[in-house]
């Protein structure tokens, strides 16, 4: 009989229903699963021990909020990821890398997810077809990196990771792989020594992993982090810039600090996506941009993280950079495909538009 892990205990014993975390915290069983039902809702013990009171980063980020089914500007799938989907689980959006949606579910479901309208809780593995990603990707020579993200890929088995791993490995164009993975900070016990250990084997290999605000650094997410570290495993964090959870200079800077401390790379400050039941969560730009400008005098150029939009019908993310004092209140950007796009930057959702020619040429 095989002894079921910690990390998979946790997952049996998550909360999913409204009933169950009435049992923990005092909300209404009825109101989350009417919101639960929309958007699936999943807390394993681990982080549900770290909700001390309905205002605090861990429970905005995990409990249903009823703001989540409220209106607004936005779309399920903002950057069509299902037009850009050649193959079963594959998409292609930017030219020299692809992106593998391996499963549908991750250890715990974050409110603000990009993908809320995919996330499931019964159904562990997504429409994710291996050989034929295998194939695409032969036939591909331009794409230099593979993505595995899902949901959350660190919700596969070991052994289903390693024959991904290993398949990808043997492409000689494939220089490196990443895992995006929020389980160093959502679920640290699942970066077990046998993970790290088979995770070695496939090096060049880097783990992108989540962590929005500085209490989320516990002494085991440090410590989780420290295996994957320890293995010669780089791990970079992108955090998401949400209203009501870290949108204030002071508590970027104690997370980016947090992050050095453990040596893990503050990568991107993402402003959230127009993703439907996230509205909650948006800020203007102009506010993030205000926010960044004081962490600029405040952090090391190195460590300061890049803040960034995806931009929507484009192939990429764009740095969000003030602009000057005649901006006539929209920033003006150039995408990665030379398109040119508005953003208005006192929009509670902001959502690009096409622009016209940067002025100056520039």
């Given amino acids: 009989m095989v002894m079921m892990q910690e990390w998979q205990r946790q997952i049996a014993e998550s909360v999913t229903t409204g009933e169950a975390l009435a049992r923990h915290l005092p909300i209404s069983a009825l109101a989350v699963n009417r919101i639960a039902a929309a958007y699936p809702m999943r807390i394993p013990p681990y982080w549900r021990t770290l909700i001390a009171s309905a205002d ?27 037009g850009a989907t050649l193959v079963p689980g594959l998409i292609h959006r930017y030219p020299n890398r692809v992106l593998l949606l391996v499963t549908r579910q991750c250890a715990m479901l974050c409110r603000h997810c990009m993908r809320k309208r995919r996330t499931s809780i019964s159904s562990p593995i997504a429409d994710f077809d291996l050989p034929g990603a295998l194939d695409y990707v032969r036939r591909h020579p331009d794409i230099r990196e593979v993505i595995l993200s899902g949901g959350d890929p660190l919700m596969l088995l070991d052994a289903q ?43 060049p290999l880097v783990v992108v992993t989540q962590f929005n605000h500085p209490a989320e650094i516990t002494a085991e997410a440090a410590a989780a982090c420290a295996r994957l570290l320890d293995a010669g495993i780089p791990v970079m964090s992108q955090a ?36 439907c039941g996230t509205g909650h969560f948006q800020l203007p730009v102009r506010e993030g941009l205000a926010i960044v400008e004081i962490l600029r005098r405040r952090i090391p150029s190195d460590a300061l993280p890049k803040y960034v939009m995806d931009i929507p019908g484009t192939n990429g993310k764009v740095p969000l950079i003030a602009p000057g004092p005649d901006d006539g209140g929209r920033l003006i950007v150039r995408c990665r495909d030379g398109t040119t796009v508005a953003i208005e930057l006192d929009a509670q959702t902001p959502m690009p538009t096409a622009a016209n020619a940067l002025k100056g040429g520039a």
Avoid at 56 to 82: I, K, N, W
């Fill in 161 to 203: 990771l390693d024959t991904a791993l290993a398949a990808f490995s043997e492409i000689d164009h494939v220089a490196v792989c990443r895992i995006h993975s929020r389980m160093p900070c959502t679920l640290p016990q699942r970066i077990t020594p046998a993970l790290v250990d088979m995770l070695e084997r496939h090096t």
């Fill in 240 to 275: 998401v810039l949400l209203k009501g959870v870290n949108d204030s200079a002071e508590l970027l800077t104690r997370l980016i600090d947090g992050l050095l401390s453990i040596h893990v790379q503050p990568y991107y400050l993402h402003h959230p996506d127009p993703v």
């Fill in 56 to 82: 605090d980063p861990f429970y905005r980020q995990a409990v249903p909020s009823p703001m989540e089914l409220a209106s607004g500007p936005c779309t399920p799938d903002p950057f069509d990821e299902s």
